[in-house]
C-alpha cells in the first residue's frame, strides 16, 4: 500500500495523539477511531513501577505494515496510523496509539480492534514489567 495512506512508527519519545489524528484526517470518511493503550499502576493485584518495551525493529514494522495492509482490506480503512513506544513507560504515559479512519463508525471500531489484536497477536514487541518487588516479561509466567 502507498505510504501516503499507512504510518507507522516506534518511537523511543512519549507519543502524541495529535500526530496520528492529523495523519488519518481524510474528508471522505466519517468513522475515525483512536485506540489509546497506557500503562496501568496494578495488574492482577501487583503494583507494577513501569514498563520496559523492547522490539526486533525491522520485523515489527513489517509485521505492523502487514496488519495495516489487512485492516484496509477488510474495514475499508482510508488510513491508518500504528505508533508503539520503546523503552521505559510509566503509569499513565501512552503504550501504544491506532488510529483509523473508514467512510463509517462501524469499520472504525473494528479496524482498531483488529489491529491491536494482531498486534499483541504477531508482533516482535515484548514488554516487561516491573513491579515492587521483582519485574518478569510478559506471558513469561503464569
Given at each position: 500500500?502507498?505510504?501516503?495512506?499507512?504510518?507507522?512508527?516506534?518511537?523511543?519519545?512519549?507519543?502524541e495523539?495529535?500526530?496520528n489524528?492529523d495523519?488519518?484526517?481524510?474528508?471522505?470518511?466519517?468513522?475515525?477511531?483512536?485506540?489509546?493503550?497506557?500503562?496501568?499502576?496494578?495488574?492482577k493485584d501487583?503494583?507494577?513501577?513501569?514498563?520496559?518495551?523492547?522490539?526486533y525493529?525491522?520485523?515489527?514494522?513489517?509485521e505492523?505494515?502487514?496488519i495495516?495492509?489487512?485492516?484496509?482490506?477488510?474495514?475499508?480503512?482510508?488510513?491508518?496510523?500504528?505508533?508503539?513506544r520503546?523503552?521505559?513507560?510509566?503509569?499513565?504515559?501512552?503504550?501504544?496509539?491506532?488510529?483509523?479512519?473508514?467512510?463509517?463508525?462501524?469499520?472504525?471500531?473494528?479496524?482498531?480492534?483488529?489491529i491491536?489484536?494482531q498486534?499483541?497477536?504477531d508482533v516482535?514487541?515484548?514488554?516487561?514489567?516491573?513491579?515492587?518487588?521483582?519485574?518478569?516479561?510478559v506471558?513469561?509466567?503464569?
Amino acid at each position: 500500500m502507498a505510504d501516503n495512506i499507512i504510518d507507522i512508527q516506534i518511537l523511543a519519545e512519549p507519543l502524541e495523539v495529535s500526530n496520528n489524528y492529523d495523519f488519518i484526517l481524510d474528508e471522505s470518511c466519517g468513522g475515525i477511531n483512536v485506540f489509546i493503550g497506557t500503562v496501568r499502576r496494578w495488574n492482577k493485584d501487583e503494583e507494577i513501577t513501569h514498563l520496559d518495551f523492547e522490539c526486533y525493529e525491522p520485523m515489527a514494522i513489517s509485521e505492523l505494515r502487514k496488519i495495516a495492509d489487512s485492516a484496509i482490506e477488510q474495514f475499508e480503512v482510508k488510513k491508518v496510523s500504528i505508533h508503539h513506544r520503546v523503552g521505559i513507560v510509566k503509569a499513565t504515559e501512552i503504550a501504544v496509539i491506532i488510529a483509523v479512519a473508514c467512510k463509517h463508525r462501524k469499520a472504525s471500531f473494528q479496524a482498531c480492534e483488529f489491529i491491536i489484536d494482531q498486534l499483541k497477536k504477531d508482533v516482535p514487541i515484548w514488554k516487561k514489567e516491573h513491579l515492587i518487588d521483582g519485574s518478569y516479561w510478559v506471558n513469561s509466567r503464569p
